[in-house]
């Protein structure tokens, strides 16, 4: 009985630590870091580091002043020197440290690395990223952080920025127009690509920014937000009409450009510009971003007059991916297929988009045509997206940089409240005013009287 007290006492504690931990582990992976996975990865990394180093062929030969020091100073064996290592500085997702390499080393040569010293650590993965010439940082990342998205503090947003997901090294992912001026997003259904565009809708909307939708789909994905919209074409009639509307508003900016071009001799330089945002900000035009939903719509036709107007529509599409930028028009094209067979021109449009982002799609053609131009090893990656992971997709550009990215839920009540409550900001644009949509007013509940009248008799 009295080993059996002894047992409890000792056992009882133990177990429910232990599963209390393990509960933390899997529901809180951030306090699990915290408190417990952190601390931890951290005496891993300064108990190991040199071996870990030496193991990954990250280290050099000494110098001969080294050699020569340390056979003066003591009979110890020299052993090869590893990059020297910066303060670890822990944050809520993981490590970071700075190495400086030793010469004849490249930031190549740890990115090669990444793999074993996140073993070695124990941490669920390891980026590295170049500060500058002989400085490298290492970003280790404890848990899977695209499991349960929680976006950051400090998310770097701004004037035409929006950070719409949660990358794999824990950083936001910014959508900046002024860098990445088009983009084409695809995904199938229930992949998370309308959540996506409803964090680019609710983060343009408080900002002095003029917002146009073409969704031919009736209107059911961008109609939630008509509060906040200039203008909304739900069919390709009526994108026939809008989109030549939005080129004549491109020349007239471009118009506007060249009268400030032609400006007398003696102007400084700095005062001419090629595009709207060198212009004064009392002349400077608002900036425009077209959301394209469902793009496979425009083009396809079932009578030689649509082939007429999809031809029509497209050129008129590629003339603003290629000149809007200059005019403060940008481009968000998305769909849930994308492909050559579109007909005329799909390619063409393609490759003046220059964001790239794929949810999980049905064929392994439409994330080649997303993402096969500009980083072919994230073509694999991204279909191997599963459907229990909607939100989760591969974000990449010209430059050849990918990622994974996942959204963070937003519903559709509070995306659409939040157009509801910016609707003040809809700038005045003459030429978008004959397809701004009709925003139904909501019924207004009339309080019910705190007494009840009772008619009078006689």
Not at 258 to 266: E, L, M, V, W
Not at 450 to 456: R, S, T
Request: one cysteine or more.
């Amino acid at each position: 009985m009295t080993d059996l007290t002894t047992l409890l006492e000792v056992g009882g504690p133990l177990a429910a630590l232990g599963g209390g931990t393990a509960y933390t582990r899997a529901k809180y992976p951030a306090v699990y870091w915290s408190a417990v996975g952190g601390p931890i990865s951290t005496a891993r990394l300064l108990s190991s580091y040199s071996s870990v180093m030496e193991a990954c062929g990250l280290t050099v030969a000494p110098s001969r002043l080294r050699v020569l020091a340390v056979k003066a100073a003591t009979r110890r064996e020299v052993r090869p020197v590893p990059p020297r290592r910066g303060i670890i500085r822990p944050t809520s997702t993981g490590l970071r440290l700075r190495l400086r390499l030793a010469p004849g080393q490249e930031p190549a040569d740890v990115a090669a690395s990444a793999e074993r010293l996140r073993h070695a650590w124990g941490v669920h993965a390891v980026y590295v990223t170049t500060v500058k010439p002989g400085v490298v940082e290492l970003r280790l990342v404890g848990y899977d952080v695209l499991r349960r998205v929680r976006m950051p503090r400090n998310t770097g947003s701004g004037f035409l920025k929006v950070p719409v997901a949660l990358r794999e090294d824990a950083m936001p992912f910014v959508r900046d127009y002024q860098t990445v001026p088009h983009q084409l997003t695809l995904g199938a259904t229930l992949s998370g690509k309308s959540m996506y565009l409803r964090h680019l809708i609710t983060g343009l909307a408080t900002q002095p920014v003029a917002l146009v939708g073409i969704d031919c789909k009736r209107g059911v994905e961008l109609a939630p937000f008509a509060a906040r919209l200039s203008a909304l074409a739900t069919d390709p009639d009526e994108a026939a009409e809008l989109l030549p509307a939005l080129v004549k508003e491109m020349e007239d900016r471009y118009d506007l450009i060249k009268a400030r071009q032609g400006i007398a001799p003696d102007t400084p330089a700095e005062e001419i510009t090629s595009d709207i945002w060198g212009l004064p900000e009392s002349e400077r035009p608002v900036p425009v971003v077209l959301f394209v939903d469902e793009v496979a719509e425009l083009f396809l036709t079932a009578t030689r007059k649509d082939e007429e107007r999809r031809d029509e529509m497209v050129t008129q599409l590629i003339r603003l991916a290629q000149l809007g930028r200059a005019a403060g028009i940008y481009l968000e094209v998305c769909g849930q297929r994308f492909g050559a067979e579109l007909g005329k021109g799909a390619t063409m449009l393609r490759a003046q988009l220059t964001g790239r982002v794929c949810h999980r799609v049905n064929d392994e053609a439409s994330a080649k045509m997303a993402l096969g131009d500009i980083a072919p090893e994230a073509v694999s990656a991204a279909c191997a997206i599963a459907p229990e992971l909607p939100g989760l997709a591969v974000a990449g550009d010209t430059s050849g940089g990918w990622s994974r990215i996942r959204t963070p839920y937003l519903s559709l009540g509070n995306a659409a409240e939040i157009c509801r409550e910016s609707a003040h900001l809809v700038p005045d644009l003459p030429a978008l005013k004959p397809f701004r949509p009709d925003v139904p007013v909501r019924p207004t509940e009339t309080p019910a009287p705190a007494v009840l009248p009772h008619p009078a008799t006689d």
